[in-house]
């Protein structure tokens, strides 16, 4: 599975960015996807997840109420709604995919994109 992220940029505190992951390849498989973050000098955190059928979200205390995870199996797209941002979202935001395609098993990542909240 190959992960594409895109939808980042420049913002000013309290407004809202989305941020979108495509993925390609054998799909199916994916077990489970999610957003995580990496913030100058600091560890990448997840930032929120999702099961592959959609069905379970779960959140970092940071972007509960702020943050919303969601996934177009159809367009094979996961996004990040990012609403009401801080300086502190800062980061450059990952996608990650886990799953497996027959008896091989992956936990993929792209490239990144660089979220900047001025303030």
């Known amino acids: 599975v190959q992960l594409v992220e895109s939808g980042g940029g420049l913002v000013q505190a309290g407004d809202s960015l989305t941020l979108s992951c495509a993925a390609s390849?054998?799909?199916?498989?994916?077990?489970?996807m999610g957003w995580y973050r990496r913030a100058p000098g600091k560890d990448r955190e997840l930032v929120a997840g999702?099961?592959?059928?959609?069905?379970?979200?779960n959140y970092a205390r940071s972007a509960r109420g702020r943050f919303t995870i969601s996934r177009d199996s159809a367009k094979n797209t996961m996004y990040l709604q990012m609403n009401s941002l801080k300086p502190e979202d800062t980061a450059v935001y990952y996608c990650?995919?886990?799953?497996?395609?027959?008896?091989?098993?992956?936990?993929?990542w792209g490239q990144g994109t660089q979220v900047t909240v001025s303030s």
């Open positions: 999702i099961t592959g059928d959609g069905g379970v979200t």
């Open positions: 390849g054998r799909t199916y498989g994916i077990k489970r």
């Open positions: 990650n995919a886990a799953g497996c395609s027959g008896s091989v098993c992956y936990d993929n």
